[in-house]
T-cell receptor, first 115, second 114 residues
């Protein structure tokens, strides 16, 4: 079974609008972390936001917020006020804290911001 | 700001040749990861080091791939012999000790095998 599932291969959003990128995960480890990374066409992976499994509140970092629904095992990324520079691949990742700290990545969502 | 360094950035080689990639993690980061990312897919872990020890190399094709981190600092990933299917981006990442720390990625090495 896939540890991380991203069901949206591609998304389009109008500049200045908000967009939600979906991510669901699968784990039996009670302690885990969820991460979102951005990968522009240049190839580097840029860390965006982190949510711990025991965190009571949704994580926020500037225009990024993580909609964490633990019972549904979902960790959707919300980008508010989209900018042209947000066009990139976005990857959801999970680390299981009790299995060697390996990171599992989804297949990614390609976001295109339309002017 | 400290960064993960990787070299070379690009490598073109012919199949059956040997290639090597180098990674220098952020100073003080105990954990080092090598990933392979095929175009259009997410990164796939090849090997994970904790200091100089291999923690996980279950996905490393050991008949042709090898990795080392002799002094627990920088690391080398080698492929010998390279095959056409090895064409991909090879990403290195490092992470501080502790559960709640993200990993930081280097710029990657884009390998093309002809």
């Amino acid at each position: 079974a896939q540890k991380i599932t991203q069901t949206q291969p591609g998304m389009f959003v109008q500049e200045k609008e908000a967009v939600t990128l979906d991510c669901t995960y699968d784990t039996s480890d009670p302690s885990y972390g969820l991460f979102w990374y951005k990968q522009p066409s240049s190839g580097e992976m840029i860390f965006l936001i982190y949510q711990g499994s025991y965190d009571q509140q949704n994580a926020t970092e500037g225009r990024y917020s993580l909609n964490f629904q633990k019972a549904r095992k979902s960790a959707n990324l919300v980008i508010s006020a989209s900018q042209l520079g947000d066009s990139a691949m976005y990857f959801c990742a999970m680390r299981e804290d009790n299995t060697g700290n390996q990171f599992y990545f989804g297949t990614g969502t390609s976001l295109t911001v339309i002017p | 700001e400290a960064e993960v360094a990787q070299s070379p950035r690009y490598k073109i080689t012919e199949k059956s040749q040997a290639v090597a990639f180098w990674c220098d993690p952020i100073s003080g980061h105990a954990t080092l990861y090598w990933y392979r990312q095929i175009l259009g897919q997410g990164p796939e872990l090849l090997v994970q080091f904790q200091d100089e020890s291999v923690v996980d190399d279950s996905q490393l094709p050991k008949d042709r791939f090898s990795a080392e981190r002799l002094k627990g600092v920088d690391s080398t990933l080698k492929i010998q012999p390279a095959e056409l299917g090895d064409s991909a981006m090879y990403l290195c990442a490092s992470r501080k000790r502790g559960l709640y720390n993200e990993q930081f990625f280097g710029p990657g090495t884009r390998l093309t095998v002809l």
